[in-house]
């Protein structure tokens, strides 16, 4: 499985951001998706998550704000960022993990040891 992400730019404080990836690979439906970030100097942290079965996790300083969704007809999984605020300024990264497969359809991991697949990482940056 290969990720893309794509969709972070630069924006003001307050703003939105929808970011993206793209997946290869069919079996990516039976994978749990999740989203990380890292800012400069610090170690990558856990965003938010969609397990296989749809139910959705985040960290507690983008709820409310924050929106996983996915659509597997087209392998992809989105994160929608509202209310943008400075510190969430960070490369963004999505990741699969395979285990969901057997651990069934509400596993997701919060834990970067977990993922099994990683995307590039996409550039946000949030003006104040």
């Keep these: 499985v290969q990720l893309q992400a794509s969709g972070g730019e630069w924006v003001e404080a307050g703003g939105s951001l929808r970011l993206s990836c793209a997946a290869s690979g069919r079996t990516f439906s039976s994978y749990a998706k999740g989203w990380f970030r890292q800012a400069p100097g610090r170690e990558r942290e856990f965003v938010a998550a969609i397990s296989r079965g749809g139910i959705t996790y985040y960290t507690d300083s983008v709820k409310g ?30 990741a699969a993990d395979r285990s969901a497969y ?16 990683w995307g590039q990482g996409t550039q946000v940056t949030v003006s104040s």
Excluded: I
């Excluded at 651990?103 to 697949?117: A, Q």
């Design 102 to 117: 057997y651990l069934g359809s509400d596993y997701y991991s919060r834990y970067r040891e977990s993922y099994d697949y």
């Design 65 to 94: 704000r924050f929106t996983v969704s996915r659509d597997n007809a087209k392998s992809t999984v989105f994160l929608q960022m509202n209310s943008l605020k400075p510190e969430d300024t960070a490369v963004y990264y999505c």
